[in-house]
């Protein structure tokens, strides 16, 4: 896809004017606005049927969850089904449902676990979890991108030294669209007071220390004083699934 253009002044000049240092213009704008004015600025930039809310229902997804239907709820959100989630997780996507009248797309991947076995063998996230996510998730990701212009994650500063650098608003070259991350600056802290101000159905897991949750073979619990998401990949050098970074081909 190429850049967006839109009806709307500020994205027409980063896309007349192109670079990034146009969308880092606009990130240091709304850096400090609250993320459901940055939101709202998304959907009024780029349309409520052209953005789409990524949720894989952790802490940081079932607050997006409820700012955006706070802002429309004509906005998407889809979730990809690895066929491979905590029992829990599936729990709280179902309250978030029950609670939000919103439009929960399910993504799949295109083999079944048995396809996928017959394919590649038993229990490929124990041999190559690259190849497992790129499957079960990054081509499901672009598939449903490809219908967007604007995408909205739950990306923080704090997760991780690789997310360190996350902007507000930026142009996501892997899968050709605007990236938005209203949370990049809030803290752990801010996101769960959030979620305990409006009462937000979340992950279970979460209070018996998971703070990151993935599919359930590669997620373990993390001890005192380990990074927040130390329980992924844990004992492999992975750390993200590829539907941030390098996996997108
Ligand atoms: Fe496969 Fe693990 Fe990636 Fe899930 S997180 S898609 S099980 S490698």
């Not at 491979?84 to 449902?97: A, K, P």
């Not at 676990?113 to 990054?138: F, I, N, S, T």
């Not at 220390?209 to 990074?227: A, H, L, M, W």
Request: glycine fraction near 6%.
């Amino acid at each position: 896809m190429s850049r967006p253009s839109t009806e709307q002044a500020v994205l027409q000049d980063i896309s007349a004017n192109t670079t990034e240092e146009q969308f880092k213009q606009v990130a240091d704008e709304l850096k400090h606005a609250h993320p459901i004015d940055i939101i709202r600025w998304g959907v009024e930039q780029i349309g409520a049927s052209a953005i789409t809310l990524a949720c894989s229902f952790g802490y940081e997804d079932v607050a997006l969850v409820d700012m955006v239907s706070k802002v429309d709820p004509e906005v998407d959100i889809f979730y990809l089904d690895t066929n491979l989630h905590f029992s829990e997780t599936y729990e709280v996507r179902d309250r978030l449902r029950k609670r939000y009248p919103l439009n929960f797309i399910r993504v799949t991947p295109a083999l079944t676990l048995e396809e996928q076995a017959a394919e590649y063998g038993d229990e490929l996230w124990k041999r190559d979890p690259d190849q497992c996510c790129r499957m079960r998730k990054v081509e499901p990701l672009k598939q449903i991108l490809s219908g967007y212009q604007g995408w909205i994650t739950g990306i923080r500063r704090e997760q991780s030294i690789t997310r360190a650098h996350t902007e507000v608003v930026e142009w996501d070259a892997g899968f050709g669209l605007i990236k938005l991350n209203p949370l990049a600056f809030w803290t752990t802290e801010q996101v769960w007071s959030y979620i305990h101000e409006h009462n937000i159905p979340y992950n279970r897991l979460h209070d018996q220390n998971y703070p990151s949750i993935g599919c359930f073979p590669c997620t373990r619990q993390v001890k005192p004083g380990e990074d927040p998401r130390a329980g992924r990949w844990a004992g492999s050098t992975k750390t993200e699934c590829g539907l941030h970074n390098s996996l997108v081909k």
